[in-house]
C-alpha cells in the first residue's frame, strides 16, 4: 500500500526503538513514509533509522524524549511542526508489578505520564492536524489486561483499557475523515516482554505461543482504515471472546491476577 499518498510525507513512531514500535515504523517506511522516531535511548534510535533509511529509501528523524516527564510531548510537537505529518502510533508503555498500595506513588505517576498523559497530549495534538488536512492515520497500541482488568499489575492493566476506549471512540468520531486503530495485543516477542518470561519449559511455550512484532504489525496495517478496533491474532481473538462470553468480570480477573501469582 502506498500510505505516503494516502495519508503524507511522515509518520511518528512514538517509542520506536525496539519490539513492535520499530516493527510498526518499518512497515510504514515500506509505504514510503519518512520515519520520525522517538524514545529515550538515542543511539539506538539513530542506528536503526539509518537501517530504515537506506531499506526503504526514506527520510529519518529521531527525537530522543522520556514520555514519563511532564512536559515531554512539547518538544516533540515543537520538532515536528514544519513537516507534512500524516500517520502517529503511540507504542511506549510502563508498568510495575505489585499490589496498587505497595507500588511506589511516584512510580503510578509515571505510569500515569507514559500511559495516559502524553499519550493523550500526542494523540489529541496529531488528530488536530490530521482532522484540518482530512487525511492522516493512528495506531495505538493496548492490551488483552485491558480487556481482563489486571490484578498485581492493576495500574498498566487500566491504563491499556483506556487507550483501547478513548481511541476506539475517537476512531467512530473521525471516521471516514482519519482511520484511527486502537490495537490490543497479546504476547508478542519483544525484547521487554523477554525480560518477564521464565526459564525453561515454561518459557519455551510462552514464547511459542506468542507473536512476533512483524507478525503484530502485518495485521494491522493489512486492516488500517476498515477496522477501528483490533484484537491482533486468531489466538487472542478466541481469548477475548471467550471472557465475553463466558466469564463474569470476577472470573476474568481471577483469570489474569492467577497468571500474575
Ligand atoms: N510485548 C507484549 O507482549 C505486549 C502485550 C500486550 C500489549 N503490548 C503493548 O504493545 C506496545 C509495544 O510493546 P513492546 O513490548 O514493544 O513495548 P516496549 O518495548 O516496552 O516499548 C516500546 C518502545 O517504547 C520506548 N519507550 C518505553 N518507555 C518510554 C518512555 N518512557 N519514553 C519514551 N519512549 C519509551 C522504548 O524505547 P527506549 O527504551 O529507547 O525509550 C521501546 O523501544 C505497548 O503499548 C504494550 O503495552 C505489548
Redesign the pocket.
Known sequence: MNLKEKYGEWGII?????????ATAEKIAQGGMNVVL????EE??HELGKEISEKYNVEHLVIK????EEN?ADEIFEKTKDLDMGFMSY????HRFGKLQDTEWEWHQKMLN?NINTFLKCFYHYMGIFTKQKRGAVVN?????GVTSSPYNAQYGAC?AYIAKLTEAVAYESRGCVDVMAAT????I????LQNQPGGEEGKKAIAA?MT?EAVADEIFENLGKVRSLVVGERNRKNVHHWHCDLTADEAAEYMGKFYE
Open positions: 512514538l517509542g520506536a526503538t525496539e519490539g513492535v514500535g520499530k522517538v524514545g529515550r535511548r539506538k534510535l524524549a522520556d514520555f514519563s515531554a507504542v511506549a508503555c510502563l507514559v497500541y493496548s492490551s488483552l489486561t491499556k495485543l497479546g504476547s508478542t519483544t525484547p521487554s516482554w506468542a512484532p
